[in-house]
């Protein structure tokens, strides 16, 4: 690397530190529940939230299923407000093993939110969720299987 592309790399760098320091103000969504294992070979869903008081445009927005050596893309339009739920459907043709990690991607493609990896092979009505709605400390802690409670304020 020669010294411009360094100050150049520096200069990004500072710029995506300032944009992870005011992600708090632009309203991160989150990955609030994830159904990878439904009851009766249906559809796997994941559900966003948005904790923030400003609403956000989800068009280009991308959330990924993850269960290597498979990935699913579920593209997302539209907007979610403050407050509100979203249901990002998969293809009814997927076979997930109920395993996998959830991205969720923003409109350049950068990941702004993933879930612990988790594994479910009980094709129920249980899902996992955070626990309140929004809850995001960056631990397993936040994610609990609970009953699902698609597009609705989880309850455990
Ligand atoms: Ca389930
Ligand atoms: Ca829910």
């Known amino acids: 690397m020669n010294l411009a592309s360094g100050n150049a790399f520096k200069a990004l760098f500072a710029f995506f530190g300032l ?4 992600g708090l103000a632009l309203g991160d969504v989150v990955i609030n529940e994830v159904e990878l294992s439904p009851p009766d070979n249906g ?13 956000v445009d989800l068009s280009s927005w991308t959330v990924k299923i993850e269960d290597k050596p498979w990935a699913g893309l579920i593209a ?5 407000g403050p407050g509100q739920f979203y249901v990002a ?23 702004t939110d993933k879930t612990p990896e988790v594994s479910d092979k009980g094709q129920s009505d ?10 995001k400390t960056d631990t397993r802690a936040d994610f609990f299987f609970m009953m699902g409670s698609k597009g609705r304020p989880n309850r455990i």
């Open 19 to 22: 944009v992870a320091l005011c």
């Open 43 to 55: 559809t796997v869903w994941v559900e966003l939230y948005n904790p923030g008081t400003d609403a």
């Open 76 to 80: 997302l339009s539209g907007t979610i």
């Open 126 to 135: 249980f899902t996992y969720g955070r626990f309140p709605d929004g809850r």
């Open 89 to 111: 459907e998969g293809q009814p043709s997927w076979v997930t093993s109920g395993n996998g990690t959830v991205y969720l991607l923003n409109g350049e493609g950068i990941v």
